[in-house]
C-alpha cells in the first residue's frame, strides 16, 4: 500500500471515536450561522484534546488517554441513503487529484526506474469519508451516541425553558418507538446543556445570569456557558484570522443533516439549516421549502436513476458537468467561515471541549464501564451459568468446533438490548472507544464465544473484528495480530451475512495493519479478495475496487524484492475500474503509472491497448494534446495487431486530431504520425523530365529519378567533368569548381548549397512507408517550403516570404489530389516545385490531409467513434497536417575531435540557391545503332536543340571512348542534313579507279592536327562544330556521327558528356553538363593479325635500303547469327610518319579477297620508306596514307571518317603504351644502348584493312562497312587488331628472402642485337666450272654489311665453321673459305660496307653460303652479340660440272 499521513496506530483511534449528539434552538442555530458555520462544524476542528486525560477503569486502575478525539455531529433522525454515501464518496475521490507540480518518488527495480507516487491521498479520504459515514448498526455499538449536546442561546427570552424542550424533544427522539435512528449508546444517555453567548451582541450580565440559574438546577458539571461572535462580521475583513474549518468542511461529511433527510424534519430546531454550505460538488444546496430541510430526493447529491453511469461517462454531459463544477467553484470560493470570531473565541471553544470532555463525558464514560461491569458480573453467575449447564446437559459437554462454511446464515438472529451479551458487547466497545484495549480484548473475546455459541454470526464476526484490533493495538504487543480472526470476519460478512460495507472497513483496517508489519503480499492478497467483478454490483463496486486494487498495487512495489510487473498489471486493472466508476482523471493517472513498466519492453499488444485507454480518457478529460500523443504511439510503433483492429485505432486517431486542429483553425499544421517518412531516402532532381523516343529520335539519356545510383558511374562521370573543365580553363581545375550534381541523395556530396536554375522544375522524391494493415490516403499532397527572394549580384533584399500557399507567383507548387498507399507499402512520390523568381529556397517538409478507406466494421467493441462515415473516401475523417523532412548529415571523421566525438556534418540537399536563367541542350541522336560489328562503321546524326530563352555556346563532349565516334575532321565534305538522303550511300569518301592500277598503292597525306590528335591535344575532348560556335534560343542544328564498333564482342556502356557555357558570365553557374550513356551491342566480324619483316634485297627501286614485307592475316570470325553472309576485304591501307605500302605481292587471281564462314586469307604487302620530301613535314604531325585496293573504287583513307577512327585508335593506343611504367635504370650509358637497338628494330606502320560485309536482313540484303586498324611497332613482332587477353601469371612460392641480385638488367636482348646489322650475300645462282681441268672451283661472293642503327658498331665477320652435330656438315656440305678467315670492321651509323669473299667447292652439288658468323656490338659498349641471319631463309649455290 501507499505511504499515508497517519500511522496505522493513530488511523484506527481517530475512526472510533466517541459520539455526540448536538440539539440546537433555532436562535443559537442562528448566532452560529453568523460565521457561516452550524453548531456541529463549529466545535469540528477542535475537537481533538490538546492534553492527556486519565480516567480509571473498573478494577479503579488509573488509565491514561491519549489524543483522545470526539465527533459532535447533529441529530439526524433518518439513516444516510446508500445512492448519497455513494455519491459523497465518489466526489471525495474525485476531489482528491495528485498536487500540480508534485515531485514523484523515483523506485528503481531492476531494469526499471519507476516515478510512482508516494501518497495517494484520495485513497486516505476515501477511507476516512467511509469510516465516518457508517450508518450506526444493532450489533456494535462504536458509533452510538454517548452523550447529546442541548445548546440555546441567551439571547432568547426564556432559555432555561428552551433547555426543557430540547430534553423532551431529545428523551423523545431516543425513545419513541417512531424513531429507529439515530442509536443511542445506553437508555441513560448524558445530557450537556450549552448556553451561547454572543459577544458583540448579547447581554452579558443577563447571559451570566442564566448559567448561574442553570448550574443551580443541572450542576457545574452538567452545563456550560460559551461565549463566541466577540466581532461583526463588518469587521472581519480588518485583520486576517486563520480558517481552521474550510479542510473538514471540503470533506463534506455525511452527518450534515439537512443533506439526507428522506422527508419532512420533526425536529424544530434544525429547521434553519444553513442553505451556503458549500458541498464537494460546488453546488448550492437548494432552497428550503416552508422553513424546513430541503428534501433528500431533490438533492443534488441524488444520483440520476434513469442514467447509468457506465453508459453516460463517454458522452458530453460528463464534460460539461466537469466545467460547471469547476465554475460552481469558482463563484463559492469567496465564503469566509468563522467570520465574527476572533483568537479569542477559538481558545473558548477550545476550553469548551476540553471541559466537557473532563467534566462531563469522559466520567459518564467512567461510571457507565462500572455499571456495565458489576451487571455483567452480578447476572454472569446465574444466567449464564445455568444457560451453559443446560446446553452442556443436552448436548453434551464438548461443542464440536464448526466451520464458517457449516454455519447456516444465522445473521438475522437479534438479541435484546437488554441481553447480556450485548452488555459485554458494549463495555468492549466502551473500553476500545477510550483506548482501553487491554480490557477491550478480554470483552470481545469473550463476546466472540458467547456470539459463536449462539450462531449469531454478524454479531461473532463484529467481535472478531474488533478483538483483532484490540490484540493488534494491545501496549506493548503481548499477543502477535491474530489476523485469522480478521480473515474470519471478512469471509463472515461477505458470504454469510452478504454486507460488503463491513466486510470492506474489516479489509481496510487489516491491510493497514499488516502493511505496518511490512507483509505487503498478505495485505495484496487481502485486498485483491474483495476486489472480484461478481462481489459487488453496480458503479460503487467498481469505485471500492479500483482503488483497493491500487492499493495492491503499491503493496507490490512496496516489497523488498519490488514485483513491477504485478504493479503494473493491478494499477492496469484499478485504472480499468476507475473508468467504469467514471473517475476518468484516476483512471487516465493509473494507466499512465503502468506504462512506464510496459513501454519499451516488445510488448507491443500490451502497449496499444495501455496507450489507446489513455488516449481516450485524455480526450474524454479534453486533454486533447496527450490524446493525440497516445494515439501517435498506437500508431507509429511497429503493431502486430490485426487490420480491423489497426482501422479502428486510426480512425479514433483522426476523430480526435481533428477535433484537436478544430479548436485552432488557424494555428500551425500539427506534426502527422503517418505514414513513415524515410528522410536520408530522399532524392531531389533538377532540371525537366527525359523526353520519351519518338520513332528514330532518341533523347539523351542525361539524369533521371528512375536511374539507380552507381558509385563508379557517378565518379566517371566526374572525371569527364573535370576533365571537360581542366581544358577550358587551361589545364587547371577553378578551386572553387564542383562537380554539376543533378540528383541528389544520400549517397551524394551535399555538404554545398545545390544550385537550381529559375523557371525549372525542382523535383523531391519522398520515401513513404505505411506501416499498418490499413490503407493511407493522402489527399492535396505539396511541398512545405519557405523562400528569401535574393539578388545575387550583390543587392541584398532581406524580405522573407514563407508561406506554402501565399506566393504562387514566387514558387509554384505541384499538389498530387490523390496518394494512395496500400497496407505495409513502400511507395514514393514526386513533388514538383517551380521556382519562378532567384533566391534562397528552403523544403522545410510535405503537407497533406491524412485519411483512410474506411469500412463499417467494429473491433473489439470500439465503434466508428461520432462523426465517422463508411463511405469509401470520408472527407470528414481527413485531417489536415504535415511532417518535417529532417536529413541528418554524414558523420565527420577528419579531426581528432569529430573522431572522438560524434558530430554531423551538414545535408543541403533540401536548401537549393536558385539562379539566374540558363541556357538548356537537349541532344537527340537519330539512326542511332543499338547492335553493330566489331569495327563497323555507321553513320547517324545528333540533334542540338537549345530549349531555353538563353543563347549555348562552347559546346563540346568528352568520352572515355574517342575512338567510338567521331562528327568528321576538318576535312569531311559537309552533309546533307536530311538524314533519310543518305541512307543508302556509303560511309566513306570514295573514288572511282582504274582497274588496270591495282597492284600499286595510291598516296596521299593528312595531319593528325586536322582530326584534333595534334601534339598536347586532349583526344577526349572533342568541339562540336556549331555553326558559329553559337546555338540561339530556340535553334536546333543536326550534325553527322560516325560511330565505329568497338573491337571487342559483347555489350558496351559508352559514356557521352555534352560541356556548354552561357553566353553571359554568370556568378553562381560557369557551365553545365549533359549526359547521354548508349549501349551498344558488338559481334564478332574479322580478327586481323599482322607481322613485318625485313626483305632479303638490299636495294627498292630508288635504290635506297630499308624494304620491308608485311603480311597480313584475315579471319572470318563471325557467327552465322548476325545474319553475314561474307566479308570482301576492300582496302588495305598504312598510314606512317616514314613507311607506306608500296604494292601487293603475290596477288592471287581472286581479285574480290572474299572471305565466307570462318575463312582465313593471306596476304603480302611490299612497303618502303617514304621520300625525302614526304618526311621533311615530320614536325606538323603529318602522315602519309597509301591505299591498296581490292575493287574499283578507292576509298580515300585520309579523309572522314576513316582517317578519323584510325588517328582515334593511334591516340588510344599511344594512350596505352604511356600507362605502362618505364624501367629506370642505373648506368645511363646502357640505357642509352637500349634504346639504340631498339630504335633499330622499332617500326612505326599502321595498317588499315576495310571491308564490306553483306548481310542478309528480312530477305534484303544490307551492305555493312567496317575497318580495323593493327598498329606495327616492332620487326617480327606479331601485331593483332583486337585486343589480346593477358594470361594470368602461374603461381610461384612465395619467397621470405630477399634475392642478392634486385637490380634490373640493362643488356640489350639477343633478339634486339641480331637487329642491329643487316646482312646480305651477293652471289651467282648457278656457277658452272670445269672440275676434270681444275680440281678447286673458286666463286667471288659479296657479303654487304648494312648497320641499322644511328651509333657506330664493331663487327666481327668469323668465316670459320662451327659445328656442333654431324647433322650440320651435311645441310652445309663441303665447301671452305679462302683467305682471311676473321674480319674486324667498325660500320658507322646506317653505313652499309661490301667484303669481297672467296668460296673454294671440290665437287657439284647444293650449297649453302650463310654460314658466316657476324658477331656485332656497340663501339662504347663491351658486350658482343652473335647475330641470327642464320636464321633467315638458305643462300644456295648450285656447282656445275662442265
Known amino acids: 500500500m501507499a505511504q499515508c499521513v497517519q500511522s496505522v496506530q493513530e488511523l484506527i483511534p481517530d475512526s472510533f471515536v466517541p459520539c455526540v449528539a448536538a440539539l440546537c434552538s433555532d436562535e443559537a442555530e442562528r448566532l452560529t450561522r453568523l460565521n457561516h458555520l452550524s453548531f456541529a462544524e463549529l466545535l469540528r476542528p477542535f475537537s481533538r484534546l490538546t492534553s492527556e486525560v486519565h480516567m480509571r477503569d473498573p478494577n479503579n486502575q488509573l488509565h491514561v488517554i491519549k ?21 459523497l464518496l465518489s466526489d471525495v475521490v474525485s476531489g482528491s487529484q495528485p498536487a500540480e507540480g508534485l515531485v514523484a518518488n523515483v523506485i528503481t527495480a531492476g531494469d526499471y526506474d519507476l516515478n510512482i507516487s508516494a501518497t495517494t491521498p484520495w485513497f486516505e479520504s476515501y477511507r476516512e469519508t467511509f469510516l465516518q459515514s457508517m450508518p450506526a448498526s444493532d450489533h456494535e455499538f462504536l458509533n452510538h451516541y454517548l452523550a447529546c449536546m442541548l445548546v440555546a442561546s441567551s439571547s432568547e427570552a426564556e432559555p432555561v425553558e428552551q433547555f426543557s424542550k430540547l430534553s ?62 466577540s466581532r461583526t462580521s463588518n469587521r472581519a475583513s480588518d485583520e486576517q484570522i486563520p480558517d481552521p474549518w474550510s479542510q473538514y468542511l471540503q470533506k463534506n461529511s455525511i452527518q450534515n443533516q439537512e443533506s439526507y433527510e428522506d422527508g419532512p424534519c420533526t425536529v424544530t430546531s434544525n429547521k434553519n439549516s444553513d442553505s451556503n454550505l458549500l458541498s464537494l460538488d460546488g453546488l448550492d444546496n437548494e432552497v428550503k421549502v416552508d422553513g424546513l430541510p430541503n428534501n433528500f430526493r431533490a438533492h443534488p447529491l441524488q444520483l440520476d436513476p434513469s442514467s447509468d453511469s457506465s453508459n453516460s461517462i463517454d458522452g458530453p454531459d460528463h464534460v460539461k458537468s466537469a466545467s460547471s463544477l469547476h465554475e460552481a467553484k469558482k463563484t463559492n470560493t469567496g465564503i469566509i467561515h468563522g467570520a465574527c470570531l476572533t483568537l479569542t473565541d477559538h481558545d473558548r471553544i477550545r476550553q469548551f471541549i476540553q471541559e466537557f470532555t473532563f467534566r462531563g463525558l469522559l466520567p459518564h464514560i467512567e461510571k457507565t464501564i462500572r455499571q456495565l461491569n458489576d451487571q455483567l458480573i452480578s447476572r454472569k453467575g446465574l444466567s449464564r451459568s445455568l444457560f451453559s449447564a443446560t446446553k452442556k446437559w443436552f448436548s453434551g459437554s464438548k461443542v464440536p468446533e464448526k466451520s464458517i462454511n457449516d454455519l447456516k446464515n444465522t445473521s438475522g438472529l437479534l438479541y435484546p438490548p437488554e441481553a447480556p451479551e450485548l452488555q459485554i458487547r458494549k463495555m468492549a466497545d466502551l473500553c476500545f472507544l477510550v483506548q482501553h484495549y487491554d480490557l477491550a480484548y478480554n470483552c ?18 463484529g467481535a472478531l473484528e474488533m478483538a483483532a484490533v484490540s490484540a493488534f493495538l494491545q501496549p506493548g504487543a503481548p499477543r502477535p495480530y491474530p489476523a485469522h480472526y480478521m480473515d474470519t470476519a471478512i469471509q463472515t460478512y461477505r458470504d454469510i451475512c452478504k454486507n460488503m460495507v463491513l466486510a470492506e472497513r474489516c479489509v481496510l483496517l487489516s491491510a493497514e495493519i499488516l502493511k505496518s508489519q511490512s507483509k505487503y503480499s498478505e495485505a495484496a492478497a487481502l485486498l485483491i479478495r474483495l476486489t472480484s467483478e461478481n462481489t459487488w454490483k453496480g458503479m460503487d463496486s467498481d469505485l471500492r475496487s479500483a482503488l483497493l486494487l491500487e492499493q495492491a498495487a503499491h503493496c507490490f512495489i512496496n516489497m523488498k524484492s519490488p514485483m513491477v510487473r504485478k504493479y503494473a498489471f493491478h494499477m ?103 505514414p513513415y517518412i524515410n528522410s536520408s531516402a530522399t532524392r531531389v532532381f533538377f532540371g525537366h523530365d527525359r523526353r520519351p523516343a519518338d520513332g528514330e529520335k532518341q533523347a539523351a539519356t542525361h539524369v533521371s529519378l528512375d536511374q539507380e545510383y552507381d558509385y563508379e558511374s557517378s565518379q566517371q562521370w566526374r572525371e569527364l567533368e573535370e576533365q571537360v573543365v581542366a581544358l577550358v580553363n587551361k589545364g587547371v581545375i577553378p578551386s572553387n569548381f564542383h562537380p554539376t550534381q543533378y540528383c541528389l541523395n544520400s549517397y551524394s556530396d551535399n555538404s554545398k548549397f545545390p544550385l537550381a536554375v529559375v523557371e525549372e522544375p525542382i523535383t523531391v522524391e519522398v520515401a513513404f512507408r505505411n506501416p499498418l494493415k490499413v490503407p493511407l490516403l493522402l489527399t492535396d499532397l505539396s511541398l512545405l517550403w519557405k523562400f528569401q527572394p535574393k539578388d545575387f549580384s550583390g543587392k541584398n533584399n532581406e524580405e522573407v516570404k514563407e508561406l506554402v500557399t501565399s506566393e504562387p507567383e514566387m514558387i509554384g507548387t505541384e499538389v498530387i489530389s490523390e496518394f494512395l498507399i496500400n497496407s505495409e507499402e513502400s511507395k514514393v512520390a514526386r513533388l514538383k516545385l517551380f521556382p519562378h523568381h532567384i533566391g534562397e529556397l528552403h523544403i522545410l517538409g510535405v503537407v497533406y490531409n491524412l485519411g483512410t478507406i474506411q469500412s463499417s466494421m467494429t473491433v473489439d467493441g470500439i465503434g466508428a467513434p461520432p462523426g465517422c462515415h463508411t463511405e469509401k473516401h470520408s472527407l470528414s475523417m481527413l485531417v489536415r497536417g504535415r511532417q518535417d523532412l529532417e536529413i541528418q548529415g554524414p558523420r565527420l571523421n577528419n579531426t581528432k575531435e569529430e573522431k572522438t566525438s560524434i558530430k554531423y556534418g551538414p545535408d543541403r540537399r533540401l536548401d537549393p540557391i536558385i539562379t539566374e536563367e540558363m541556357p538548356l541542350l537537349e541532344v537527340f541522336f537519330i539512326h542511332f545503332p543499338t547492335g553493330l560489328l566489331c569495327g563497323e562503321i555507321r553513320k547517324a546524326y545528333v540533334e542540338f536543340v537549345n530549349v531555353s530563352k538563353c543563347p549555348l555556346t562552347g559546346l ?78 530556340g535553334a536546333s542544328v543536326q550534325l553527322p556521327m560516325w560511330l565505329r564498333g568497338p573491337d571487342e564482342e559483347g555489350v558496351h556502356e559508352i559514356n557521352f558528356l555534352f560541356y556548354y557555357e552561357s553566353v553571359k558570365k554568370l556568378p553562381k553557374i560557369r557551365h553545365r553538363i549533359l549526359r547521354h550513356t548508349a549501349v551498344i551491342c558488338t559481334s564478332r566480324s574479322l580478327n586481323v593479325r599482322a607481322t613485318v619483316c625485313r626483305s632479303n634485297s638490299l636495294e627498292d627501286e630508288e635504290g635506297r635500303g630499308g624494304n620491308m614485307l608485311v603480311f597480313v592475316d584475315v579471319e572470318n570470325v563471325n557467327t552465322s547469327e548476325a545474319g553475314v553472309k561474307e566479308f570482301h576485304i576492300v582496302q588495305v591501307s598504312s598510314s606512317s610518319k616514314h613507311w607506306k605500302l608500296h604494292k601487293s605481292v603475290n596477288l592471287s587471281e ?43 573504287e578507292q576509298i580515300i583513307s585520309s579523309a572522314s571518317p576513316c582517317a578519323d577512327f584510325f588517328y582515334r585508335s593511334l591516340s588510344s593506343e599511344l594512350k596505352k603504351s604511356q600507362v605502362q611504367p618505364s624501367v629506370h635504370t642505373e648506368k645511363h650509358s646502357a640505357a642509352d644502348a637500349v634504346r639504340l637497338i631498339q630504335k633499330c628494330s622499332a617500326v612505326d606502320l599502321n595498317v588499315v584493312i576495310l571491308w564490306k560485309a553483306y548481310v542478309v536482313e528480312d530477305s534484303k540484303q544490307l551492305i555493312l562497312e567496317g575497318q580495323h586498324h593493327i598498329i606495327l611497332h616492332t620487326i617480327g613482332k606479331e601485331a593483332f587488331s583486337y585486343p589480346q587477353k593477358q594470361e594470368p601469371p602461374e603461381m610461384e612460392l612465395l619467397k621470405f628472402f630477399r634475392s642478392e641480385n634486385t637490380t634490373v638488367s640493362s643488356r640489350p636482348s639477343v633478339e634486339q642485337f641480331s637487329h642491329l646489322i643487316k646482312t646480305s650475300l651477293h ?69 652499309i660496307h661490301s667484303l669481297q669473299l672467296k668460296a673454294c667447292f671440290v665437287h657439284t652439288g647444293v650449297y649453302n653460303l650463310g654460314t658466316p658468323r657476324v658477331f656485332a656490338k656497340l663501339s662504347d659498349q663491351l658486350t658482343v652479340v652473335e647475330t641470327s641471319q642464320q636464321n633467315s631463309m638458305p643462300a644456295l649455290i648450285i656447282i656445275n660440272n662442265v
Open 572 to 674: 492496469i486493472l484499478a485504472g480499468h475500474r476507475f473508468s467504469k466508476a467514471g473517475q476518468k482523471k484516476h483512471a487516465l493517472r493509473c494507466y499512465c503509472q503502468a506504462m512506464q513498466v510496459y513501454k519499451g519492453k516488445g510488448w507491443s499488444l500490451a502497449e496499444d491497448h495501455i496507450n489507446f485507454t489513455i488516449g481516450r480518457q485524455s480526450y474524454t478529460l479534453r486533454q486533447l494534446d496527450n490524446a493525440v500523443s497516445a494515439f501517435r504511439h498506437i500508431l507509429i510503433n511497429e503493431s502486430k495487431q490485426s487490420a480491423a483492429q489497426q482501422g479502428a485505432f486510426l480512425r479514433e486517431y483522426l476523430y480526435v486530431y481533428k477535433n484537436v486542429s478544430q479548436l485552432s483553425p488557424d494555428g500551425p499544421l500539427p506534426q502527422l504520425p503517418l
Open 1150 to 1192: 581472286n581479285k574480290d579477297a572474299k572471305l565466307g564462314s570462318r575463312e582465313k586469307g593471306k596476304f603480302c604487302f611490299k612497303a618502303i620508306r617514304c621520300k625525302e620530301k614526304e618526311v621533311a613535314t615530320q614536325s606538323s604531325e603529318k602522315y602519309t596514307f597509301a591505299d591498296i585496293i581490292f575493287g574499283n
Open 67 to 87: 489524543n483522545l478525539k470526539i465527533a459532535v455531529s447533529n441529530i439526524i433522525t433518518q439513516p444516510p441513503h446508500p445512492g448519497a454515501i455513494r455519491k
Open 168 to 229: 423532551q424533544e431529545q428523551h423523545r427522539i431516543q425513545h419513541n418507538s417512531d424513531y429507529s435512528y439515530p442509536k443511542w449508546f445506553i437508555p441513560n444517555t448524558l445530557k450537556y446543556y450549552v448556553l451561547l453567548h454572543d459577544v458583540s451582541a448579547g447581554d452579558e450580565q443577563r447571559a451570566e445570569s442564566i448559567y448561574e440559574e442553570m448550574k443551580q438546577k443541572y450542576g457545574t458539571q452538567g452545563c456550560y456557558l460559551l461565549k463566541i461572535n
Open 444 to 461: 470481545y473475546h469473550t463476546a466472540k464465544k458467547d456470539f459463536l455459541n449462539d450462531q449469531a454470526m454478524l454479531y461473532a464476526a
Open 1323 to 1391: 652471289y651467282p645462282e648457278s656457277f658452272n666450272h670445269p672440275f676434270h681441268q681444275k680440281s678447286l672451283c673458286l666463286v667471288p661472293v659479296t657479303l654487304l654489311l648494312s648497320n641499322c642503327s644511328e651509333a657506330d658498331v664493331d663487327v666481327i665477320v668469323d668465316l670459320r665453321h662451327k659445328t656442333t652435330s654431324p647433322e650440320s656438315l651435311e645441310i652445309h656440305g663441303s665447301f671452305t673459305w679462302l683467305g682471311q678467315t676473321q674480319y674486324k670492321l667498325r660500320l658507322k651509323g646506317e653505313e
Open 956 to 1033: 563540346k563532349v568528352v568520352s572515355k571512348r574517342p575512338e567510338f565516334f567521331t562528327f568528321g575532321g576538318n576535312t569531311a565534305v559537309l552533309t546533307p542534313l536530311s538524314p533519310s538522303a543518305s541512307e543508302n550511300c556509303s560511309a566513306y569518301k570514295t573514288v572511282v579507279t582504274d582497274s588496270a592500277s591495282v597492284c600499286t598503292a595510291f598516296t596521299s597525306s593528312a595531319s593528325s592536327v586536322d582530326f584534333g590528335i595534334g601534339v598536347g591535344s586532349h583526344p577526349e575532348v572533342i568541339p562540336v562544330p556549331l555553326p558559329d560556335t553559337v546555338l540561339l534560343p
